[in-house]
């Protein structure tokens, strides 16, 4: 009998009181803003504020879950894009050793510069965390740092490349 | 007598309070005032642009195509460059008032902003091909500064 319901407590989905989490709130905004490099950037933050909406979703726990939940989106998409660039960069740099080229090298440039951005992001959200001196709010606030910044820099990887000469 | 020669002046040119530029800094402000959230304030980055596009098209009669644009990106960068440095020395004082860690944090967090905008605008520069990289230079540092400001006054948000 008790295995049985164990069996069923490990069948239901998630836990009752953790709020839902939807990807999909993600994935249709940036179908939605596909194109318009400006305006993918309205997406950050839709989905952990649906999330944040649903029951639960309002304790400092499920503010911090919910905006982990994005943040781990964003970084997949950030991944994604960081790892085209330098598969891109490491091409070129290929064809210009062949070519006999003195031109620098991209993918170094590129790794430090993915270098240098964690370290603004770390500090970035560290300050934003430590600015509440260990209330509550530091643990949300730092985690809605670390959500905004992945996000904005996932979509400048994205956007890196395209054309974009006619934007003001 | 002398005030309203100084209003009819200050009437006669457009009436903006920044440089020759035609570029309206105080756009800037309207528009943070009326954005409420992060993302709504770093889409204030091009705010002015087109005013200042119109004016310096009218205004300038060289070949140099790219000339307006550059001038008004240029413009726009400065006036979101005083906008950052106003408001990281807000912080600072409000920060300071807290503590010597808070505040060294916020220099060390503005000192890493520093260093990663300096590459990846360096990076826009070199992906633009030489004869855009200017304007690609132009438009990121713009870009990035007007993030910046938004990151830092809405780091006040939560309070």
């Not at chain 2, 309207?30 to 596009?53: F, I, S």
């Not at chain 2, 119109?54 to 240029?74: E, I, Q, R, V």
């Amino acid at each position: 009998m008790r295995i049985l319901a164990l069996a069923l407590l490990l069948a239901t989905p998630a836990v009752a009181d953790e709020p839902a989490y939807d990807p999909n709130i993600l994935t249709a905004c940036l179908d939605r803003t596909a194109g318009d490099t400006g305006n993918a950037r309205v997406c950050i933050g839709e989905a952990s504020t649906a999330c944040m909406a649903k029951p639960g979703g309002d304790t400092t726990v499920g503010m911090g879950n919910c905006l982990a939940a994005e943040t781990k989106d964003w970084d997949a998409l950030l991944n994604r894009e960081y790892t085209r660039l330098l598969k891109r960069a490491e091409e070129a740099d290929a064809d210009l050793v062949k070519l006999g080229s003195a031109a620098d090298p991209a993918a170094p440039v590129l790794k430090q510069s993915q270098r240098d951005w964690i370290a603004f992001r770390d500090s970035s959200c560290r300050y934003e965390a430590v600015r509440f001196q260990g209330g509550t709010a530091g643990g949300p606030a730092s985690a809605n740092c670390m959500m905004q910044l992945t996000g904005e820099q996932a979509l400048r990887l994205r956007d890196m490349g395209r054309d974009n000469e006619g934007a003001q | 007598m002398i005030r309203a020669g100084l209003v009819l002046m200050a009437l006669s040119v457009p009436a903006y309070a920044g440089d020759a530029s035609g570029f309206d800094p105080l756009a800037i402000d309207q528009c943070l005032k009326d954005a409420t959230t992060q993302g709504a304030r770093a889409d204030c980055a091009g705010t002015g642009m087109e005013a200042c596009l119109t004016y310096a098209k009218g205004k300038y009669s060289g070949d140099d195509p790219d000339f307006p644009l550059a001038n008004c990106l240029d413009a726009s960068h400065q006036a979101w460059e005083a906008k950052l440095t106003a408001t990281y020395d807000a912080a600072l004082q409000d920060q300071s008032a807290k503590g010597i860690k808070p505040a060294e944090m916020l220099r060390q967090a503005e000192r890493s902003w520093i260093a990663f905008r300096d590459d990846l605008c360096n990076q826009a520069r070199d992906a633009a091909g030489e004869d855009k990289a200017k304007l690609a230079g132009a438009r990121c540092i713009r870009d990035e500064t007007a993030r910046q400001v938004a990151l830092l006054l809405s780091l006040g948000d939560a309070e």
